[in-house]
């Protein structure tokens, strides 16, 4: 059999000889038995670009009263000509689509991978929720319609989460104000909606009313004369 020696020009006399950074390599093979030598070359290049990943979310982006989901696009590119990529998401369930749609608030990572050169790149969207109900009272400086007070003005004061402002409705006559003009005994119910994350709070006032006129009886007299005085 005939036998080789093998020196690169690393120094390794392996026939194996393992890389880690692109350059031509040389390797003089020497048959044991003759002394004839012979050098080979190999040029080694490198691929290691990432690609590159962002997150983009419409506008419904909280989950909140009235969004109950939320869109995670992740939009993977790379500069390498041909190169195809993979997507996945740390959602539990491992999901390899690059459009992900999520019902609960928490940090959702994508990672993508370049099926060719094997580089990744990462992102992380951050999924808020806000269900931080407003509250609301019902003022007014009297809960009784009579003869005397013939109106009554219910004022809902309202508290809202941070800076959010809020909107009124009332289920009377759909005054969408805080102030409610009443003119009749019934009940009166004021709904406020959180105008960011529209989380409603309500609340209740009864006004009675009470307009009786009072009877009045007059006893005939008679006539006033020298006895009747």
Request: contains cysteine.
């Amino acid at each position: 059999s005939v036998n080789f020696n093998y020196k690169w020009d690393g120094g390794s006399e392996t026939q194996t000889y393992m890389v880690t950074a692109s350059g031509t390599y040389s390797v003089t093979v020497t048959d044991t038995d003759s002394q004839c030598k012979k050098i080979a070359s190999y040029t080694v290049g490198i691929n290691n670009t990432k690609p590159t990943v962002t997150i983009s979310v419409g506008t419904d982006n909280v989950l909140n009263c009235a969004v109950s989901s939320v869109t995670l696009t992740a939009n993977g590119a790379t500069t390498e000509a041909g190169h195809t990529l993979s997507y996945l998401w740390n959602d539990g369930a491992a999901s390899t689509t690059s459009v992900l749609t999520v019902t609960s608030p928490s940090n959702y990572q994508v990672i993508v991978t370049d099926d060719q050169n094997g580089c990744v790149g990462s992102v992380t969207y951050i999924v808020n929720k806000d269900i931080n109900a407003p509250t609301v009272n019902i003022t007014s400086a009297s809960k009784k319609i009579n003869c005397v007070t013939k109106t009554i003005s219910a004022t809902a004061v309202a508290g809202a989460y941070g800076t959010h402002t809020v909107s009124y409705n009332w289920s009377s006559n759909a005054e969408t104000t805080s102030v409610l003009t009443i003119t009749s005994g019934d009940t009166y119910t004021v709904t406020v909606t959180d105008d960011v994350n529209k989380c409603t709070a309500s609340n209740t006032i009864v006004i009675d009313q009470d307009e009786s006129l009072p009877t009045i009886t007059i006893p005939s007299v008679e006539t006033l004369n020298c006895a009747v005085k």
